[in-house]
């Protein structure tokens, strides 16, 4: 029973021996590093082999997703005596190991040209069956801040509250900002408000002494930049001035306006009175051929009336058509005591031959009203037809 005992402890006394000389990393590097974009790294990995890990060497490095949903990438792999850099696009030609043969215990690689997105986890996993070992690490590539633009928010007017402002598009938080004063004391107004964070700085209530340069400067852990500002605090406007002038522009406006219309009004007007004389008839216009015709039918139907006339009533046409007819100047120049009197006709005896109508005689105005006639308003006409 001893006898056994003594043998089970000397094989596990040979197992630890053996599991002692076998693979094993031996970097002591940190497994966190910051460095800046543009930077160059090296990503330590350092091994030692034992006798019995005879099976060919497998070195490969891969960048680890931060998703267990996605495939972690491999960057740069040495197997079969061969080293494979350019294996991972994003990285060709920036990736390199850092021995020319890795098989002497070193694992080791560079990185030059750090982005942005170079930033993650990296392992290290070197395989000599039946031996196997892994090493983490994490890289931080930090953005240094880009140059920051500084400008004044709002007017810069005396009593009014100033803000100046400096912002960088880019750069790895944590941001810190800082202003100070380049010009005269180099002392900041008194009443102003520093915010680091936010990179504004609060004017309060400024006067003209505000007046300077001003510098901002940005920067985290791997860099800074900085921006000059030059501000010019100026007395307010006179609004008084502004208001009167902006009274008489006004004013200005609206009496063009009403010059305007009035010349458009008056224009339209004398348009229309013009248009209303062309209008008129003229007293020299001929009258149109057709007023003959016209003429020749009334005296047609005046003589058709005249033969169907009885000679009871023969007498009252004759009066009649003295009555109608309009005076001539004539008539009204000559004296009354040489104008002709109408003839007195005696009724004749009713009968059924028709007598021949007599001429009526010519009576001036003047007969006509002691006679007891009505005048009557006709339009005259000239020679030529037109009526007057």
């Known amino acids: 029973m001893e006898t056994w005992r003594a043998r089970f402890c000397c094989v596990l006394l040979s197992l630890c021996a053996g ?14 590093i910051e460095k800046a974009s543009g930077q160059s790294v090296k990503l330590d990995c350092q091994f030692t082999l034992a006798p019995e890990d005879s099976g060919p060497l497998d070195i490969e490095w891969s960048l680890l997703s931060s998703d267990n949903q996605k495939e972690d990438k491999v960057v740069i792999l040495y197997s079969g005596d061969r080293a494979y850099e350019d294996y991972y696009a994003p990285m060709k030609g ?19 040209g750090l982005k942005d997105s170079d930033s993650g986890t990296y392992q290290c996993k070197v395989k000599k069956a039946p031996g196997i070992r892994s090493r983490k690490m994490l890289l931080i590539v ?18 009014k509250d100033v803000v100046l402002k400096c912002l960088s598009h880019e750069g790895t938080s944590p941001l810190h900002y800082s202003w100070e004063k380049s010009s005269d004391n180099k002392i900041l107004p008194a009443s102003a408000v520093l915010d680091p964070v936010g990179g504004t700085i609060n004017v309060k209530n400024a006067s003209a002494s505000a007046s300077g340069t001003y510098r901002c400067t940005a920067r985290n852990r791997v860099g800074m930049e900085e921006c000059i500002l030059h501000l010019n605090v100026t007395p307010p406007p006179n ?21 305007i219309l009035f010349c458009c ?22 009258p149109p051929k057709s007023r003959v015709s016209t003429a020749r039918s009334f005296m047609g139907s005046q003589r058709s009336s005249l033969g169907s006339m009885s000679p009871s009533n023969l007498h009252e046409y004759n009066l009649k ?18 104008a002709p009197l109408p003839p007195i006709r005696t009724p004749l005896p009713q009968s059924h031959t028709p007598l021949p109508p007599q001429p009526a005689g010519r009576m001036a105005g003047p007969n006509l009203s002691r006679m007891g006639a009505i005048p009557v308003m006709m339009s005259a006409q000239n020679r030529d037809g037109s009526i007057v």
């Open 19 to 32: 599991w002692a000389s076998a693979l094993e990393l031996t970097s002591t590097a940190l497994t966190s």
């Open 94 to 112: 920036r990736v390199h190991f850092n021995s020319a043969d890795p098989k002497n215990g070193d694992a080791s690689i560079n990185l030059t």
């Open 142 to 159: 930090m953005v240094k801040p880009s140059r920051p633009r500084c400008y004044a928010e709002g007017p810069t007017l005396e009593g």
């Open 239 to 259: 609004t008084a001035g502004i208001v009167a002038g902006a009274i008489i522009a006004v004013l200005l406006i609206l009496i063009i306006i009403a010059i």
């Open 265 to 286: 009004f008056r224009a339209r007007h004398k348009k229309k009175y013009e248009k209303e004389i062309c209008n008129e008839i003229r007293e020299d216009v001929p």
């Open 321 to 338: 058509q003295q009555y109608d007819k309009v005076p001539s100047t004539e008539d009204y120049d000559r004296p009354p005591s040489h």
